[in-house]
């Protein structure tokens, strides 16, 4: 870790409605006691009812706030979310090279909640090509893991089917994979982390009711990631990411008209009551 608190810098696209995104990237690494830093891939214009615009950002200009970050003040982790051209993952996965990153958290963001497309197939090709070999945590959601491996939804109905999915995803390169499960129906969230040198663990959640579940993928991904930063062994990363995101949606906010937004100071605010 670097001095006094651990950095972690995120590399996403902006939600202008504050849920998703940088914005719940960098809510999660300061709730989570990391200082946070980001790499803004695009601009959103979004709200609870869903994207009404999306502007990618130059790759030259993705690259050059990745260069300043990385040069001056470096990072402990570094998160993923939504790279919406292919030239963008390239430009990402060479300064990752460049600066030896090591705990790279990637979180395959190929649609919004509401279905808009915020990876093109070319980006997704070239993420599966370059970025998805050098991650410590690949944390895609069913939907996403599916499209990588060129299957329908439909086949991964059961647990075992969760693991056979984890499994051929480990098989192209990551160390780790956690796959999200919220896509699934039940009585329990449930998202599985295999790993190449541990079992497969499940990390068991009630699914709650409540349609507020805006930006939950993103903060899986950015509360694991600030578990490496603060030096976490990735089971443990992802038992906390696990536990901060199921308080997030317990006290989720209905905000908007539409699907509102996780609550991601509720993991510390349970704290503390305790």
């Not at 991964?156 to 390169?173: H, T």
Request: glycine share 10%.
């Amino acid at each position: 870790m670097s001095g006094q608190m651990p950095l972690a810098l995120t590399v996403a696209g902006s939600d202008s409605g504050g849920g998703a995104g940088i914005q719940a990237d960098l809510k999660t690494f300061q709730e989570l006691g990391v200082f946070g830093m980001s790499a803004v891939t695009a601009i959103t214009a979004q709200n609870s009812l869903g994207v009404q615009r999306v502007e990618p950002v130059s790759p030259q200009m993705v690259e050059a706030q990745l260069e300043s970050v990385l040069s001056d003040i470096g990072a402990d982790a570094v998160k993923t979310g939504m790279l919406p051209t292919a030239e963008i993952v390239e430009r990402v996965a060479r300064v990752c090279r460049r600066y030896g990153v090591t705990r790279l958290v990637v979180d395959p963001v190929r649609s919004a909640k509401d279905g808009t497309d915020l990876a093109g197939a070319e980006a997704f090709s070239a993420l599966r090509e370059l970025l998805l070999p050098m991650a410590e945590i690949f944390a895609p959601n069913l939907p996403e893991a599916c499209a990588l491996l060129g299957i329908r939804e439909e086949e991964i109905r059961s647990e075992a089917d969760m693991v056979d999915a984890a499994q051929a995803l480990l098989g192209k390169g990551p160390r780790n994979v956690l796959l999200k499960g919220g896509h699934r129906s039940g009585g329990e969230a449930a998202d599985l982390l295999v790993g190449c040198d541990e079992k497969p663990l499940w990390l068991r959640a009630p699914r709650l009711s409540t349609p507020h579940t805006h930006g939950t993928g993103c903060t899986l991904a950015s509360a694991s990631a600030a578990g490496l930063a603060r030096g976490l062994a990735v089971p443990d990363a992802c038992r906390l990411a696990k536990a901060f995101v199921a308080a997030a949606i317990r006290r989720a906010m209905p905000l908007g008209r539409g699907v509102g937004s996780l609550r991601h100071s509720s993991w510390r605010e349970e704290q503390d009551v305790r």
